[in-house]
Protein backbone atom coordinates (compact mmCIF):
# COMPACT_ATOMS: atom_id res chain seq x y z
CA UNK A 1 0.00 0.00 0.00
CA UNK A 2 1.21 3.22 -0.58
CA UNK A 3 2.09 6.19 2.00
CA UNK A 4 -0.48 8.53 2.60
CA UNK A 5 -0.77 11.56 5.14
CA UNK A 6 -3.76 11.11 7.38
CA UNK A 7 -2.92 13.01 10.14
CA UNK A 8 -5.21 16.44 9.16
CA UNK A 9 -8.10 14.12 8.50
CA UNK A 10 -7.39 12.63 12.05
CA UNK A 11 -7.10 16.13 13.65
CA UNK A 12 -10.43 16.78 12.43
CA UNK A 13 -11.55 13.98 13.49
CA UNK A 14 -10.68 14.38 17.26
CA UNK A 15 -11.73 17.82 17.00
CA UNK A 16 -14.71 17.17 15.89
CA UNK A 17 -15.19 14.45 18.74
CA UNK A 18 -13.84 16.50 21.24
CA UNK A 19 -16.67 19.35 20.85
CA UNK A 20 -19.54 16.15 20.99
CA UNK A 21 -20.38 16.55 16.97
CA UNK A 22 -19.97 13.34 15.03
CA UNK A 23 -18.97 11.44 12.22
CA UNK A 24 -21.30 10.47 9.37
CA UNK A 25 -19.66 8.30 6.74
CA UNK A 26 -21.00 6.46 3.33
CA UNK A 27 -20.06 5.12 0.08
CA UNK A 28 -21.95 2.48 -1.98
CA UNK A 29 -21.03 -1.17 -2.70
CA UNK A 30 -17.76 -1.97 -1.27
CA UNK A 31 -17.35 1.64 -0.64
CA UNK A 32 -20.43 1.25 1.56
CA UNK A 33 -18.72 -1.74 3.43
CA UNK A 34 -15.33 0.70 4.33
CA UNK A 35 -18.13 2.93 5.64
CA UNK A 36 -19.78 0.50 7.76
CA UNK A 37 -16.44 -0.76 8.81
CA UNK A 38 -14.94 3.02 9.47
CA UNK A 39 -18.30 3.66 12.14
CA UNK A 40 -17.62 -0.16 13.59
CA UNK A 41 -14.01 0.77 14.26
CA UNK A 42 -14.61 4.12 15.94
CA UNK A 43 -17.50 2.96 17.75
CA UNK A 44 -16.00 -0.24 18.78
CA UNK A 45 -13.59 -1.83 19.80
CA UNK A 46 -10.15 -1.12 17.46
CA UNK A 47 -7.02 -2.38 19.18
CA UNK A 48 -7.89 -2.14 22.58
CA UNK A 49 -11.02 -1.82 24.55
CA UNK A 50 -10.91 2.07 23.79
CA UNK A 51 -13.30 5.31 24.16
CA UNK A 52 -16.38 4.85 21.82
CA UNK A 53 -16.64 7.74 19.67
CA UNK A 54 -19.62 9.06 17.79
CA UNK A 55 -19.56 7.90 14.23
CA UNK A 56 -22.65 6.55 12.30
CA UNK A 57 -22.75 5.37 8.32
CA UNK A 58 -25.40 6.20 6.42
CA UNK A 59 -25.22 2.94 4.19
CA UNK A 60 -26.31 -0.06 6.53
CA UNK A 61 -30.07 0.49 7.13
CA UNK A 62 -32.11 -1.04 4.10
CA UNK A 63 -35.37 0.50 5.60
CA UNK A 64 -34.24 3.95 5.07
CA UNK A 65 -32.02 3.61 2.37
CA UNK A 66 -34.80 1.95 -0.06
CA UNK A 67 -37.75 4.23 1.28
CA UNK A 68 -35.81 7.61 0.12
CA UNK A 69 -34.40 6.07 -3.12
CA UNK A 70 -38.04 4.66 -3.98
CA UNK A 71 -39.77 8.26 -2.86
CA UNK A 72 -36.65 10.50 -4.08
CA UNK A 73 -34.01 8.52 -6.22
CA UNK A 74 -30.85 7.36 -5.48
CA UNK A 75 -29.19 10.58 -5.97
CA UNK A 76 -30.83 12.32 -2.41
CA UNK A 77 -30.44 8.72 -0.54
CA UNK A 78 -27.65 10.45 1.47
CA UNK A 79 -28.36 14.20 1.39
CA UNK A 80 -31.48 13.57 2.59
CA UNK A 81 -30.03 11.20 5.68
CA UNK A 82 -27.08 14.41 6.21
CA UNK A 83 -29.69 16.58 5.86
CA UNK A 84 -31.87 14.77 8.98
CA UNK A 85 -28.83 14.01 11.07
CA UNK A 86 -25.91 17.12 10.68
CA UNK A 87 -25.13 19.68 12.98
CA UNK A 88 -22.75 22.52 12.18
CA UNK A 89 -19.52 21.31 13.29
CA UNK A 90 -19.85 17.55 12.63
CA UNK A 91 -17.89 15.58 9.74
CA UNK A 92 -19.17 13.96 6.87
CA UNK A 93 -16.63 11.24 5.28
CA UNK A 94 -17.47 10.54 1.11
CA UNK A 95 -15.72 6.93 0.28
CA UNK A 96 -15.70 6.80 -3.39
CA UNK A 97 -13.81 5.43 -6.51
CA UNK A 98 -14.49 8.16 -9.05
CA UNK A 99 -16.77 11.66 -7.83
CA UNK A 100 -19.07 10.29 -11.17
CA UNK A 101 -21.89 9.60 -8.97
CA UNK A 102 -24.74 12.76 -8.21
CA UNK A 103 -25.63 11.11 -5.18
CA UNK A 104 -22.08 12.21 -4.53
CA UNK A 105 -22.30 15.98 -5.35
CA UNK A 106 -25.69 16.23 -4.27
CA UNK A 107 -24.64 14.37 -0.38
CA UNK A 108 -21.30 17.09 -0.16
CA UNK A 109 -23.51 20.06 -1.17
CA UNK A 110 -26.08 19.36 2.14
CA UNK A 111 -22.87 18.95 4.18
CA UNK A 112 -20.70 22.06 3.41
CA UNK A 113 -24.83 23.40 3.68
CA UNK A 114 -25.33 22.16 6.85
CA UNK A 115 -21.82 23.86 8.14
CA UNK A 116 -20.28 20.13 8.33
CA UNK A 117 -16.68 19.81 7.71
CA UNK A 118 -16.31 17.18 4.36
CA UNK A 119 -13.38 14.93 3.44
CA UNK A 120 -14.04 12.98 0.50
CA UNK A 121 -11.47 10.20 0.23
CA UNK A 122 -11.68 8.62 -3.30
CA UNK A 123 -9.71 7.24 -6.18
CA UNK A 124 -7.89 9.85 -8.60
CA UNK A 125 -9.92 12.58 -8.51
CA UNK A 126 -11.84 13.87 -11.16
CA UNK A 127 -13.67 17.07 -11.47
CA UNK A 128 -16.72 15.46 -12.93
CA UNK A 129 -20.76 15.25 -11.68
CA UNK A 130 -20.44 18.57 -9.81
CA UNK A 131 -17.72 18.64 -8.10
CA UNK A 132 -15.90 22.14 -9.33
CA UNK A 133 -13.63 24.99 -7.93
CA UNK A 134 -17.00 26.21 -6.51
CA UNK A 135 -17.51 23.45 -4.60
CA UNK A 136 -13.49 22.78 -3.47
CA UNK A 137 -14.60 23.71 -0.29
CA UNK A 138 -13.52 20.15 1.11
CA UNK A 139 -10.55 17.87 2.23
CA UNK A 140 -9.38 15.59 -0.20
CA UNK A 141 -7.60 12.50 0.16
CA UNK A 142 -6.54 11.21 -3.33
CA UNK A 143 -5.75 7.83 -3.82
CA UNK A 144 -3.48 6.67 -7.05
CA UNK A 145 -5.54 4.69 -8.47
CA UNK A 146 -9.03 4.25 -10.37
CA UNK A 147 -8.91 0.64 -10.36
CA UNK A 148 -12.14 -0.21 -8.32
CA UNK A 149 -10.62 -3.45 -5.94
CA UNK A 150 -7.20 -1.46 -5.31
CA UNK A 151 -9.26 1.23 -4.07
CA UNK A 152 -11.11 -0.24 -1.90
CA UNK A 153 -7.80 -2.02 -0.93
CA UNK A 154 -6.39 1.39 0.00
CA UNK A 155 -9.74 2.68 1.51
CA UNK A 156 -9.27 -0.30 4.36
CA UNK A 157 -6.12 0.30 5.19
CA UNK A 158 -6.23 4.36 5.39
CA UNK A 159 -9.36 3.47 7.89
CA UNK A 160 -7.55 1.16 10.05
CA UNK A 161 -4.88 4.21 10.15
CA UNK A 162 -6.61 6.89 10.72
CA UNK A 163 -9.14 5.19 13.38
CA UNK A 164 -5.63 4.16 15.51
CA UNK A 165 -4.80 7.60 15.14
CA UNK A 166 -8.32 9.00 16.42
CA UNK A 167 -8.68 6.36 18.92
CA UNK A 168 -4.87 6.29 20.46
CA UNK A 169 -5.76 9.80 21.68
CA UNK A 170 -8.77 9.09 23.74
Given at each position: ???????AISDKIEKCIRRHNK???FGVGGNAANAIHFAAELQGKYEKFETPLACIDLCSNPSII?????DFGWDQCFKRQIAALAVP?????ALSISTKGQYLVNAIKE???CAC???????RYTKVGG??????????LELDSLDTPKVQEIQLG????????VKGRF
Open positions: MSTYNTSVLVTAITNGDIVIALGEVVLVCGLTDSLNNFTLLIHQICGE
